[in-house]
């Protein structure tokens, strides 16, 4: 009788072990494969589409040549990154749940702050060339209708600001979903999308490329005469940075790591997640770059299906811009929730009694917070009001990319893994840790500089909330 009682009482009120992680909070359900998909949808944006003009600047050598190197590094570091989530033991050593955590558990200081910047400016960033890139989008599938209708007649320009302000009220939607791991969702469904337009863009390509009956293109890339010495060089660094930028997600890579369950111990799962989505993205890079280079050659376009690469067929191309836009709403979210996290768990910890910071309204399905709801959808609309005040923003997002990819994919990473691991000063692995971290440095400073010249040839035709396209 007790027995019975005992499994009764065991099914309606499970253990707290069984409701719990080992620090207190609610069982993480994150696997291989949804972990894959949150970094497949943070690293395959729209730039993927732009790929094939990076491969031009630099030709069929030196290009698919640099894909497989900034892939390797991206693997490699993200596989220095998974070591540093928990601190001490692998398996029951205290969590790091963001980035910056796992810093300040392994280097502390000074470094904590200059990461915290770096990184939070890059997400902001980001977002809003996410936001700019919706909609170029949207103004893409506007125009390649109207262009169909009119039969090619007439230009068809088209004004974004509509487009730009319909994803900020979607955003702000969206934005209320409180936490990270409830997102495996969105994330799973942007990352389909953006097979779908990767897919799309490659299939048009090879059409194009058996249309021509020629493969296009050089071994060193654009020549000089079709542009002079000097724009080859800042392309060059431009492409090279574009190549590395493609890649980067370290930002976001510690936050990822926490949606794991475990076990097995998260370190060994996230560098199988890493390895899988690295793999996936190279893949799709390498074709579309390749194939969209050998379609267009030197006059490859910098965004295959939304800048006059392709015009038929235009319900095609609808769909693949539309799967563009699915992609970025979620790529948006996985961007801008852990801005959410760091501001919030800064109000919490400064105000534990207000109300307003720290109750909770149940409405299903999801909880309400009032700060949440408020700041949220600030942050939201200064981002939307940004990307329609400066439209060729993506060249400054360049350039913040530029700044961020040495530190965050690279030099921290390599420092909190010499760190953990007690790496020897002047070993043959710290001398291989340092000089990649070097060369990686040197890329960044040259990719910065392509990336200046751009911006200040954008300022020269600057108009304020003028995004027609």
């Known amino acids: 009788m007790v027995e019975n009682f005992q499994n009764v009482q065991g099914d309606v009120l499970p253990r707290s072990s069984d409701l719990l992680d080992d620090d207190g909070r ?16 943070a690293v395959i944006g729209s730039g993927v589409l732009s790929l094939a003009w990076a ?6 050598v030196a290009g698919p040549v640099a894909m497989l190197l900034f892939s390797f590094v991206s693997y490699y570091t993200s596989t220095l990154l ?4 928990r601190s001490g033991d692998p398996v029951t050593g205290k969590r790091n749940y963001t980035y910056m955590d796992a810093i300040h558990s392994n280097l502390g200081g000074i470094k904590v702050k200059l990461c915290g910047i770096v990184q939070y400016v890059n997400l902001f960033g980001t977002a809003i060339g996410y936001t700019i890139a919706s909609a170029i989008s949207l103004i893409a599938i506007q125009r390649t209708t109207c262009q169909h209708n009119n039969g090619g007649k007439e230009p068809c320009p088209v004004n974004g600001n509509a487009y730009t302000m319909g994803f900020g009220v979607l955003q702000i939607i969206l934005s209320q979903i409180p936490d990270f791991d409830q997102l495996w969702w969105l994330s799973l469904v942007a990352a389909v999308m953006s097979f779908g337009y990767s897919t799309i863009g490659l299939g048009l390509g090879i059409s194009k490329l058996v249309e021509n009956k020629e493969i296009k293109g050089t071994l060193t890339g654009i020549s000089i005469g079709t542009v002079t010495p000097t724009e080859k060089m800042w392309r060059t660094f431009q492409a090279l940075g574009n190549i590395a930028f493609a890649y980067a997600y370290s930002m976001i890579f510690v936050e990822i790591q926490d949606t794991l369950k475990s076990p097995p111990d998260e370190e060994s799962t996230m560098k199988k997640a890493a390895l899988v989505s690295v793999a996936v993205t190279t893949f799709f890079y390498t074709l579309c770059g390749c194939v969209g280079y050998a379609a267009f050659g030197e006059s490859a376009p910098g965004n295959l299906l939304a800048a006059g690469g392709f015009t038929n067929p235009y319900w095609l191309l609808n769909i693949a811009n539309l799967a563009i836009l699915i992609h970025l709403v979620g790529a948006y979210q996985v961007y801008a929730q852990p801005i959410f996290a760091f501001v919030e768990k800064k109000a919490s910890k400064m105000y534990p009694e207000s109300k307003f910071v720290t109750k909770e309204i149940k409405i299903r399905p999801f909880n309400l917070n009032l700060f949440r709801l408020v700041w949220r959808t600030v942050f939201v609309i200064t981002i939307t009001l940004i990307s329609m005040l400066m439209p060729f923003f993506n060249d400054v997002v360049g350039l913040l990319g530029a700044i961020g990819f040495w530190p965050l994919t690279v030099y921290f990473p390599v420092e909190m893994y010499i760190a953990q691991k007690n790496v020897p000063s002047w070993s043959k692995r710290w001398v291989c840790l340092q000089v990649l971290s070097l060369a990686c440095l040197i890329v960044s400073l040259a990719a910065a500089a392509g990336s200046v010249v751009g911006i200040v040839s954008k300022i020269k035709t600057y108009k304020p909330f003028e995004s027609d396209f």
Do not use: F
């Not at 069982?27 to 972990?35: I, S």
């Not at 491969?55 to 069929?60: D, P, S």
């Open 26 to 41: 609610p069982k993480r359900t994150g696997t291989v494969w949804t972990t894959s998909a949150h970094i497949i949808t």
């Open 55 to 60: 491969i031009a600047q630099l030709g069929w």
């Open 82 to 85: 998974a070591s540093c989530y």
